[in-house]
């Protein structure tokens, strides 16, 4: 067999057979497939697509090109969640916790922020001590003692993904939805989780754009999901405006906090409920959405859920003095309140520019090697849908930066007004099953 062949194909618009791709993941993994050939069948793929077959076999071998992780010593079912990244997406940091005061366990890996999205491993990282680099024997022991572990990336999973995705990075092929859901699932197969849920966000700071592509990409995943006999859902959640108030790493572990202990902004609050509830029904720990979402309610209520964070911090050597107590976080040198120059109801707070504005103060990172400062970010003073008087603080910005003059106009672009007033929004717009 020859790549040349494999890409003619492709051009040509033929269904790639099952030994073509085996041919062309185990070749590019062992580094005897060059990178030009790679991207030249990726941009192939990118635009004449693959059928659900050709991307199930892909997953298929992109999961087999390292380690798959074995969770069989943790009782009971196994439940994993991702988001396609987003602004303000500090989900996991409540869910966790939710869920495993419920009883599922949650064994979950996770990833650092890169552009305008963040990462919950730097956010968990913004607690002084937390460890996310941790033994597999001790990130099973943990999840069987106390219902959760998040880590960063243990033993060596989907090599080929991590080829695959700093080739696709750099030679436009990330925006194709059989390279995507591939390279998700392949990912979160590999994790080892028996129930997976999956959070695409969909709208200006998304990856997905439009309603269509994502509901397209998560019903991909879905599917992908169904051929590995795995229980595989997905949400369709916005992401016209960032996730609830923080932007930024000790921001957003604050407001996670603060919606554990059931005073967190309506939207976080809303997603975590729901997707927590598909995710009790995964775990088979309740019947229905409405039982799971009164039981997440009484363990809020309770406490339960705040302790079982307290908990998961301890047992990643986090300090939990500054959990107990948050007035303890480093706050950030310079402290600005962003007001308005126009009146009317909030139309739009554009996620992309937010986020990119909170990467500008020092929250995130444009390259993979920048420092991440833990204090700078930004919070949000109003919604979309809220009536707003000049003058009045739309958002209130953390940095230790003393340049902001630079790009603070930028934000005035984040922001969109209305003389009407702003009709009640979803946060979450479909459940795909
Ligand atoms: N996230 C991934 O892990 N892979 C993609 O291709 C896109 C987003």
Redesign the pocket.
Known sequence: MRMVEIIEHKRDKKVLTDEEIKFFISNYVKGEIPDYQASSLLMAILLNGMNDHETFILTECMLHSGDVMDLSKINGVKVDKHS??GVGDKTSLVLGPLVASCGAKLAKMSGRGLGHTGGTLDKMESIPGMKINIREEDFINQVNKIGMAIVGQTGHLVPA?KKL?AL?DVTGT?DSIP??AS??MS?KLASGSDAILLDVKVGDGA?MKTMQDAEKLANTMVSIGKYFKKDVKAILTDMDEPLGNAVGNTLEVIEAINTLKGNGPKDLTELCLKAGSIMLMQAKIVDSLTEGEELLKTKIKSGEAFNKFVEFVQAQHGDISYVLDTEKFQKAKYVYNFTSKEEGYLKRIKAFEIGEFAMNLGAGREKIEDKIDYSAGILLNKKIGDYVKKGDILCTIYTNKDNLNEFVNKLYSAYEFSNEKISDRKIIYKIIS
Request: charged share 25%; aromatic share 16%.
């Open positions: 396609t990244g993904d995705y696709r990330v390279l995507i390279s998700i990912k990856f």
